[in-house]
């Protein structure tokens, strides 16, 4: 059977329930997805006019098997865009069989036609499986770039004009003003 690949219409938003619910069990445990927040969460967030989110489905026949989510960023060099995927991810019973090679060719395709220069994602190190499927497209790991992030507590903190670091008078960063597992992000 043959895989087609997609830009999701917005008004096709349900279409998406089954496959988001699966990538979010597969990830975070059975049982953890409410499907009305879902529902709302897809038709207000990320369906919205105002996301800027491209949602790629790939399908065989009408069953939905694989999904990615992307968006092209500016500013890039070369008065171009860089196409980043935040999401891909391939129904388990579907893996092995070109579904993500797929939406990945379907994404370098529409990355050159908005002139896009480059197609950048992020992997976990520990998911050698992925890594591996990256590594089979071609993909090359950047160890010029550090992935940062502010999760929880520490975004709210900033938010509110506390940040983590306090900083000298040049603006550089001094010691954190709680203990090193709290700095790093992780659990209380």
Not at 24 to 52: T, V
Not at 57 to 85: F, V, W
Request: glycine fraction near 8%; include cysteine; charge should be neutral.
């Amino acid at each position: 059977m043959e895989v087609t690949v997609e830009i999701c219409p917005p008004d096709e938003w349900e279409s998406m329930v089954k496959i988001f619910t699966e990538m979010e069990e597969h990830y975070y445990g059975r049982g953890i997805i409410q499907e009305a927040l879902l529902k709302h969460y897809l038709s207000n967030r990320l369906f919205s006019p105002l996301s800027a989110t491209l949602v790629l489905r790939a399908r065989r026949n009408a069953e939905i098997t694989g999904l990615a989510c992307c968006t092209i960023l500016y500013p890039s060099p070369r008065y171009s865009g860089e196409m980043h995927i935040k999401e891909l991810y391939v129904s388990r019973r579907e893996r092995g069989k070109g579904i993500g090679k797929s939406l990945m060719c379907f994404m370098a395709k529409l990355a050159l036609k908005h002139e896009c220069r480059s197609l950048s994602w992020n992997a976990e190190k520990s998911n050698a499986e992925a890594n591996g499927f990256y590594q089979s497209l071609g993909g090359k790991i950047n160890s010029d770039i550090v992935n940062y992030y502010l999760h929880g507590h520490l975004l709210s903190e900033l938010a509110s004009g506390s940040p983590a670091l306090s900083g000298d008078s040049a603006g550089q960063a001094v010691a954190p003003i709680w203990p090193a597992s709290r700095a790093e992000g992780t659990a209380e």
